[in-house]
C-alpha cells in the first residue's frame, strides 16, 4: 500500500451571499455575478440580488426600526465600538479582501485602519450629536417647548464604489446610530468586503435587520430604492451618471424621500465623517407642554 | 341602562345671542389694482393681464391683480439676483438684520390694517388674524432679525454662507404668516426672494412690498409675483433660482420635488398632514373637547397641521362626543370680520367643492355626519362645523387631507392601537394629545411619528419653535435655529 503523496492543503474557499434580517441567505433569484481578480481569476460567485431581494431587506429594516429607534443612545454607542473590536480582531482578513480585489497591501491596511477608526468616531457620537442639535425653544406662551432628533426611519443606501469598506462603514454608521435602519447596495465593482463586513456586524450585537447589505447591478437595482413606497430616505453615492442620478431623484419624489447626495467625498478625510452626516437621516421633532395651566 | 346625569357637562344652552359686532374697515387702504413688485417698484405685468382678488364671504372682488407670466418671473429672478450679488450679501450681517427689524416693526404698525386686509382677502375671522396670524407673522421677522449676525454660533464646526436666491411659493391660509415664515429667515440669513403668493389671497403680500418700500431694502431683495399654479412652475423652474421653499398640498409638492431632480436646487417643503388628536379616558375631558374644537375648526380647518382626526379611548367616546356635538352648536359661522364669529369663509369656491366632495365621500363610504344646525348667510361660500363617526382606518376620510371644518372620530382601547392608528397616514406633520399621566404624555408625543407633537394643548405656533414634517408631510423646518438651515449653504 502506497502512503498518499504529500500535496498541499486545498484551501477552503467562502460563499458570499446577502445579509438580510439577520441572516445570509443567497439571492432568491439564484443568479451570480462571477467576481474576478485583476488577472482575472474567479475569486467568488457573488450574489445578483433581485429587486424582490430589496423589498424583503425592506421588510426586515421595517420591523427592525422600532426596536433599534427606541434603544438607548448608550447602548447603540456599545453596539458601534462592539463592531470596531471586532473588526480590529479581523484586520488581516479585511486587508487580504481588500487586496485581493486591487488595492496595494499598504492601501489596504490604511483602509482597514481608518475604517475602524470611523466606526469609534460614530460610536461616540451616538450620545452626543442629541445634545449638540436639539433645542429648548423659548416660545412667548406659557409652554415648556423642545426641539429634539428623530431617526428617519428606512434609509437606502447607494454605497460608494471605492473605497469599498471605508466607502461603506461611512454611510451607514452614521444612519444606524441616529437609530435608522439600513438596506445598502455594496459596491458593483468591489462587493466582498460588504459581505464580510456583515459577518462582523453579525457577531456586534447589532439586532437582525438593523444592516441588510445586498450585492449585485446598480443599473438594475438603484430605481427600487429610490421608488420603494416604504423607504424614508436615500443615499446616493458616487456610481450613476447625471441622468441616473436625475432619475433616482424623480423617483424619491413618489413618496416625498429624503435624498442625500454623497457625490464626490473623499471618504478617507477627516471632513467625510461628523454630526451632519447623522444629521443627514434625521427628522426635527418639536414638542408643545403646557406650564402652570 | 340609563347614564348618571353628568354635574361636569357645561350648560351652553343659556340661549346666548349676539349683537353684530364687525370691524371697522375705515382705516384700510387697498388699491383698485396691483402690479408686480420687481426690483422695489410696482411694475405692469408683461402681458397686461390682470385677475381678481374675491372677498369669499361676499364673492364680491376686493382689487385686480397682475397675472405673472414668465417673462415677468425671469424679471423679478434677475432683479433679486442683482441683488444678492450687489448690496445684500456685501452688507455687514447686523445691517441686514436692521433693516428685518424694520420689516418687524412695520407690520406691528399696520397690524390692524393688515388684519382686517387678511380676513377680507381670505375668509379668517378677525379674531384669529388679529391675534394670531398678523401678531406671529410680525414675531417671526422679529426673531429671525436677531440671527443675521449670529449664524456663526447656530452651526458648530461648520461655516454657513447664502444660497442666493430663494424661489418661494406659499398657500392661502396663512398668507402673511406664511410669507414671514419664509421672507424673515432668508433675508436673515443673506439671501434675495421671489415670493410668490396664493392666486386667492395675494392682497397681504402686496401690503407688505408697501413695507418693504417704507422700510429701505434695497430695490430687488425682496420681490412679490402674483399668480396662479403656472407662475409658481415659472418660479419653482427658474435656473437663477438658487433654492425653492413650497408650502401647500402634498400632491403638488411632489410634483416640485420631482421638477427640481437634477437641477442641484435646494428646497424644503411643507405639505399636507392629517393629524390625530388622542384622547385618553384620564384626560380632562373638558379641555380636551376645547382642544379638538381649536384642532379642526381653528381657521376653517384649513390648516395642514389640523387635529382634522381624532382617536378616542372607548371608555369615554360616548361623552366626548356628546361634549363635542354640544360645544359645536355654540360656534358661529358667518361674517370674518365679526368679533364674535369663530368660523368663517371657506377660502374659495373651489376649496368649498373639494369639502363638500368629502361630505359626499364619507357618506358614501358609510359614515354618520353630524353637523351643527348654525345659521349660514347667504351669499358667499360657508361649511358648517362637520363631524363622521364610524369610520374605519382606511376610509378615504381618514387618511385624505379634506382642508376644511370636517373632523372624522375613530375610537381605540389600549395605548398600542391608539398610536398605531394615530401613526397609520402617509402623513407626519403634527399629532395631540390628551392624558392627565405626565409618562404617557411623554410616550405617546415619543410614539407619534411627526414633526410638532402637541400634549395637551393644540395649533400653537411660535417663531423659535421648529415647524416641519415627517414622512409625506415635507422635509426641512421653518421656525426657530433649525429654520435656518434651509437658507444657509453649510458646506462654505
Redesign the interface.
Known amino acids: 500500500m502506497n502512503r498518499p503523496a504529500r500535496t498541499p492543503r486545498v484551501p477552503v474557499a467562502k460563499t458570499y451571499k446577502l445579509y438580510i434580517g439577520g441572516a445570509f441567505p443567497r439571492t432568491e433569484s439564484g443568479r451570480y455575478i462571477a467576481h474576478r481578480d485583476p488577472a482575472g481569476a474567479v475569486i467568488a460567485n457573488v450574489c445578483r440580488a433581485s429587486r424582490k431581494d430589496f423589498r424583503n431587506a425592506v421588510v426586515a429594516a421595517r420591523n427592525a426600526f422600532g426596536g433599534w429607534a427606541g434603544t438607548s443612545a448608550y447602548l447603540r454607542g456599545q453596539v458601534l465600538y462592539r463592531i470596531a473590536e471586532m473588526l480590529e480582531g479581523r484586520r488581516e482578513q479585511f486587508a487580504a479582501e481588500l487586496a485581493k480585489e486591487g488595492s496595494s497591501k499598504r492601501r489596504a491596511a490604511a483602509e482597514v485602519d481608518a475604517s475602524i477608526d470611523r466606526i469609534i468616531h460614530y460610536a461616540g457620537w451616538s450620545d452626543k450629536y442629541q445634545q449638540v442639535f436639539s433645542a429648548v425653544n423659548p416660545v412667548a406662551s406659557p409652554h415648556f417647548n423642545f426641539s429634539v432628533l428623530e431617526p428617519t426611519g428606512v434609509v437606502a443606501i447607494l454605497a460608494p464604489e471605492q473605497p469599498a469598506l471605508l466607502g461603506f462603514v461611512s454611510n451607514v454608521m452614521p444612519a444606524i446610530v441616529g437609530g435608522n435602519t439600513v438596506v445598502v447596495l455594496a459596491s458593483e465593482s468591489r462587493p466582498l468586503p460588504a459581505i464580510s463586513f456583515a459577518e462582523v456586524l453579525h457577531a456586534s450585537d447589532v439586532p437582525p435587520g438593523v444592516v441588510n447589505v445586498l450585492t449585485g447591478r446598480r443599473a438594475e437595482l438603484r430605481r427600487e430604492l429610490a421608488s420603494h413606497m416604504d423607504v424614508n430616505a436615500l443615499v446616493v453615492c458616487d456610481g450613476d451618471d447625471a441622468d441616473a442620478r436625475r432619475e433616482l431623484q424623480q423617483e424619491a419624489a413618489e413618496n416625498v424621500k429624503r435624498v442625500i447626495e454623497r457625490c464626490g467625498t473623499d471618504w478617507r478625510a477627516e471632513r467625510a465623517a461628523g454630526p451632519y452626516h447623522i444629521r443627514d437621516t434625521q427628522e426635527i421633532k418639536t414638542t408643545w407642554h403646557p406650564v402652570g395651566i | 341602562m340609563d347614564r348618571p346625569a353628568r354635574a361636569s357637562a357645561l350648560a351652553f344652552e343659556g340661549g346666548w345671542t349676539y349683537s353684530p359686532a364687525p370691524e371697522s374697515t375705515e382705516h384700510v387702504r387697498i388699491d383698485e389694482r396691483y402690479g408686480l413688485f420687481i426690483g422695489g417698484e410696482f411694475v405692469r405685468p408683461a402681458e397686461g393681464r390682470y385677475f381678481p382678488t374675491l372677498n369669499p364671504a361676499t364673492e364680491e372682488p376686493i382689487a385686480e391683480v397682475a397675472l405673472a407670466t414668465d417673462p415677468d418671473v425671469d424679471r423679478a429672478v434677475r432683479a433679486a439676483r442683482a441683488a444678492f450679488e450687489g448690496p445684500w450679501s456685501r452688507m455687514k450681517p447686523i445691517e441686514r438684520g436692521k433693516y428685518v427689524y424694520r420689516l418687524a416693526r412695520l407690520i406691528q404698525e399696520r397690524s390692524r390694517e393688515l388684519a382686517v386686509i387678511e380676513s377680507l382677502d381670505g375668509g379668517k375671522p378677525i379674531r384669529e388674524s388679529r391675534d394670531i396670524d398678523i401678531p406671529l407673522a410680525a ?1 417671526h421677522f422679529f426673531y429671525y432679525a436677531g440671527w443675521a449676525d449670529k449664524l456663526e454660533y447656530a452651526f ?3 461655516r454657513a454662507a447664502p444660497l442666493g436666491v430663494a424661489g418661494q411659493v406659499i398657500p392661502w391660509n396663512f398668507p402673511l404668516l406664511m410669507l414671514a415664515w419664509k421672507i424673515a429667515p432668508a433675508l436673515a440669513c443673506g439671501n434675495t426672494v421671489v415670493l410668490k403668493p396664493a392666486e386667492t389671497t395675494p392682497l397681504t403680500a402686496l401690503k407688505f412690498a408697501e413695507a418693504v418700500q417704507d422700510a429701505g431694502l434695497p430695490p430687488g431683495v425682496v420681490n412679490i409675483v402674483t399668480g396662479a399654479g403656472e407662475t409658481g412652475a415659472a418660479l419653482v423652474n427658474h435656473p437663477g433660482v438658487d433654492k425653492v421653499a413650497f408650502t401647500g398640498s ?1 400632491e403638488v ?3 416640485i ?2 421638477s ?3 437641477t442641484g436646487k435646494r428646497y424644503t ?1 411643507e ?1 399636507g398632514g392629517k393629524a390625530a388628536n388622542v384622547v385618553f379616558a384620564d384626560a380632562a375631558i373638558d379641555q380636551a373637547v376645547e382642544g379638538i374644537v381649536n384642532g379642526i375648526f381653528f381657521n376653517q380647518g384649513h390648516v395642514c397641521c389640523a387635529g382634522s382626526r381624532l382617536l378616542v379611548q372607548e371608555s369615554v367616546a360616548e361623552e366626548v362626543i356628546d361634549k363635542l356635538k354640544a360645544r359645536m352648536e355654540t360656534l358661529i359661522v358667518g361674517d370674518p370680520l365679526d368679533k364674535n364669529t369663530d368660523i368663517g369663509a371657506i377660502n374659495s369656491q373651489a376649496q368649498l367643492e373639494k369639502i363638500r366632495s368629502y361630505l359626499e365621500i364619507g357618506l358614501a363610504e358609510g359614515a354618520e355626519m353630524h353637523q351643527s344646525s348654525c345659521p349660514v348667510p347667504e351669499r358667499g361660500w360657508w361649511c358648517r362645523p362637520t363631524l363622521f363617526t364610524g369610520v374605519s382606518q382606511s376610509n378615504r376620510i381618514v387618511q385624505e387631507e379634506i382642508f376644511g371644518p370636517v373632523l372624522a372620530i375613530q375610537t381605540f382601547r389600549t395605548e398600542e392601537e391608539g398610536l398605531a392608528k394615530a401613526n397609520n397616514t ?1 402623513y407626519g406633520l403634527s399629532g395631540g394629545v390628551w392624558t392627565d399621566k405626565g409618562a404617557k ?1 411623554f410616550r405617546m ?2 410614539g407619534i411619528r ?8 393644540f395649533n ?1 405656533f ?1 417663531p ?5 414634517g ?6 426641512g ?1 421653518e421656525g ?3 429654520g435656518l438651515d434651509a437658507y444657509l449653504d ?1 458646506d462654505a
Open positions: 414675531a458648530p464646526g461648520r402634498t409638492g411632489k410634483i420635488q420631482r427640481l431632480a437634477g417643503l405639505l402617509p404624555v408625543t415619543r411627526a414633526g410638532v407633537v402637541w400634549a395637551n394643548t400653537k411660535d423659535t419653535a421648529p415647524f416641519g415627517y414622512k409625506e408631510s415635507g422635509m423646518r426657530g435655529l433649525h453649510l
